[in-house]
């Protein structure tokens, strides 16, 4: 490992992702430098699932050949190759375009990590690029990108996500001797539903944007029920049955963050830094939830998102409480209530 592909991973972290940005870097090394590299890994699959632009069957064969080739020690150098390959358009010009265009880099540092770093987090990526591309096939038949029922939904968010929650358990429990099998087992337990609540809430305040590139993660069931089309809603973002559809939706997110919160209580309390690593997705989502349902035009052209000041605020309450059980409770317990208000 260089050095320099190290420092890419960290520098670019905070362009692919804010929120993730801030927990990573309160970590400590080497956890720190894992979690980075792995969650880059993540961001990549993502970019390639998310990049409409691309035709859809060379997406599902790069995501069936990364699930397997990525982590592989002897063939990750020529499957990375194809995804830069896939990325070098001049109209390709965001931040994930960049960190597929340089995924040799992240690549290179995650096979310098011992073997067992590396096996923690092969299975997880194996599992989210299949689910990735079984999502994707959706959008064979020439109609974009659509989910049909909540179970569709549950399991997309699962593929992205959950596994994501996988990952880290698998990396918290070889870092951390406080971390016992019976506190791994229950990590475990409540790890993907983690993963669930948090993308469920990505999901609800990026509609309109994912829309705009033929996509579209809510499910016709539900539409159904709400007696509107997505397109309705598009022209109408205030028509009360949106704001309907919103509160079902935050009401499935709430009941997996919940879990969310038994997960960040199940660490260890002396591991502050992985309580507040959690903590702060979990708060987060819970004020993005708030202002969902606050919010009259959730499906309008702004995005729905908490301002910086939010999050500074957020950070420092929860750095202040550091392991205190009952303290992030009653935080939890506050933003909740809010929601139910």
């Given at each position: 490992?260089?050095?320099?592909?190290?420092?890419?991973?960290?520098?670019?972290l905070p362009k692919v992702s804010r929120t993730f940005a801030l927990g990573i870097d309160i970590l400590h090394d080497p956890l720190r430098d894992a979690v980075c590299t792995s969650y880059l890994i993540c961001r990549i699959l993502d970019t390639i699932e998310d990049t409409t632009a691309l035709p859809v069957k060379d997406r599902i064969i790069l995501l069936e050949r990364a699930g397997r080739e990525l982590t592989d020690s002897k063939r990750w150098e020529?499957?990375?190759?194809?995804?830069?390959?896939?990325?070098?358009?001049?109209?390709?010009?965001?931040?994930?375009?960049?960190?597929?265009?340089?995924?040799?880099?992240?690549?290179?540092?995650?096979?310098?990590?011992?073997?067992?770093?590396?096996?923690?987090?092969?299975?997880?990526?194996?599992?989210?690029?299949?689910?990735?591309?079984?999502?994707?096939?959706?959008?064979?038949?020439?109609?974009?990108?659509?989910?049909?029922?909540?179970?569709?939904?549950?399991?997309?968010?699962?593929?992205?996500?959950?596994?994501?929650?996988?990952?880290?358990?698998?990396?918290?429990?070889?870092?951390?001797?406080?971390?016992?099998?019976?506190?791994?087992?229950?990590?475990?337990?409540?790890?993907?539903?983690?993963?669930?609540?948090?993308?469920?809430?990505?999901?609800?305040?990026?509609?309109?944007?994912?829309?705009?590139?033929?996509?579209?993660?809510?499910?016709?069931?539900?539409?159904?029920?709400?007696?509107?089309?997505?397109?309705?809603?598009?022209?109408?973002?205030?028509?009360?049955?949106?704001?309907?559809?919103?509160?079902?939706?935050?009401?499935?997110?709430?009941?997996?963050?919940?879990?969310?919160?038994?997960?960040?209580?199940?660490?260890?309390?002396?591991?502050?830094?992985?309580?507040?690593?959690?903590?702060?997705?979990?708060?987060?989502?819970?004020?993005?939830?708030?202002?969902?349902?606050?919010?009259?035009?959730?499906?309008?052209?702004?995005?729905?998102?908490?301002?910086?000041?939010?999050?500074?605020?957020?950070?420092?309450?929860?750095?202040?409480?550091?392991?205190?059980?009952?303290?992030?409770?009653?935080?939890?317990?506050?933003?909740?209530?809010?929601?139910?208000?």
């Open positions: 490992m260089t050095i320099n592909n190290l420092a890419y991973c960290h520098q670019v020529e499957c990375s190759q194809a995804v830069r390959e896939s990325f070098d358009r001049a109209d390709f010009t965001d931040p994930d375009h960049d960190l597929c265009r340089h995924c040799d880099l992240v690549l290179g540092v995650f096979h310098s990590f011992p073997v067992p770093i590396r096996e923690a987090v092969t299975e997880p990526i194996r599992e989210m690029a299949e689910g990735m591309a079984a999502t994707v096939r959706r959008e064979l038949d020439g109609g974009g990108l659509c989910l049909n029922t909540i179970e569709d939904l549950k399991q997309y968010c699962y593929y992205v996500a959950g596994t994501v929650g996988n990952m880290l358990t698998n990396l918290f429990s070889l870092d951390r001797d406080s971390i016992t099998n019976e506190i791994s087992n229950r990590l475990r337990h409540y790890g993907p539903r983690f993963g669930l609540g948090l993308q469920l809430t990505n999901i609800i305040k990026g509609v309109t944007d994912d829309n705009s590139r033929g996509v579209s993660y809510l499910p016709r069931q539900l539409l159904d029920d709400a007696g509107i089309t997505l397109p309705e809603l598009i022209e109408n973002p205030g028509d009360p049955r949106g704001q309907r559809l919103v509160t079902e939706l935050v009401s499935l997110a709430l009941s997996w963050l919940d879990d969310a919160l038994e997960y960040t209580l199940s660490i260890p309390s002396q591991e502050t830094d992985l309580r507040l690593f959690c903590g702060l997705p979990l708060i987060f989502a819970v004020r993005t939830l708030g202002l969902a349902t606050r919010t009259e035009a959730v499906f309008g052209e702004e995005p729905l998102k908490i301002s910086r000041g939010e999050v500074t605020t957020i950070y420092l309450r929860l750095k202040a409480i550091r392991g205190k059980n009952d303290d992030l409770r009653e935080i939890y317990r506050e933003e909740k209530e809010q929601i139910i208000a």
